[in-house]
């Protein structure tokens, strides 16, 4: 059985920063991809960042280009997203999700509020 438990998140003031993780079992974690993804309130699932199983490549959508880093250790299965440089409109809940810019399936998640 696929589980996936994320962590991390916090209320954080504009400008700070917070690193989520995601612990996965029940399959093969290294050679899987992997992917976060976000829900603001009112609004529909946004995918922010992915890692391939096998190379590494990483991508980031342009939301969160050169604040936000995926990264993984294989040895612990777990997956991590670093959030520099937040913002307000980063204001969500964040779920890893197992597969490449995939929205499912998907832990509980971790809330992310960004507020003065």
């Known amino acids: 059985e696929v589980q996936l438990v994320e962590s991390g998140g916090d209320l954080v003031q504009p400008g700070g920063s917070l690193r989520l993780s995601c612990a996965a079992s029940g399959f093969t974690f290294a050679s899987t991809s992997m992917t976060w993804v976000r829900q603001a309130p009112g609004k529909g699932l946004e995918w922010v960042s992915a890692?391939?199983?096998?190379?590494?490549?990483?991508v980031h959508a342009d939301s969160v280009k050169g604040r936000f880093t995926i990264s993984r250790d294989n040895a612990k299965n777990t997956l991590y997203l670093q959030l520099n440089s937040l913002k307000v409109e980063d204001t969500a809940m964040y779920y890893c999700a197992k597969g490449w810019m995939s929205f499912g399936p998907r832990g509980q998640g971790t809330q992310v509020t960004v507020s003065s």
């Open positions: 890692i391939n199983g096998v190379y590494g490549n990483r």
